[in-house]
């Protein structure tokens, strides 16, 4: 069973990812909630993010940042493909 704070952070991390998806759509790529424990977010990179040498930028300067402005109890962001 999700806690209601897990569930804000479900929301919060699938609005901000949201908000890139036209950057991501605009290069064939994307990325996906996977799960939230505890402090740790996991991501999926798709599509062509996956490998692009400016992926570090976006996600690291762009999503990773929003999130944890957003959500300052987030301690790690994981990616996975």
Known sequence: MKTASTKK????????LSEFNPIFE?????AELVAVEHDTVTLR???NCYG????????GM???EMIRKELPQIKEIKYTV
Do not use: N, Q, R, W
């Open 9 to 16: 952070i479900i929301a919060t991390v699938e609005k901000i």
């Open 26 to 30: 605009a290069h064939g790529g994307g």
């Open 45 to 47: 990179v798709i599509g």
């Open 52 to 59: 692009c040498s400016l992926a570090p930028m976006t996600f």
């Open 62 to 64: 762009g999503v990773d």
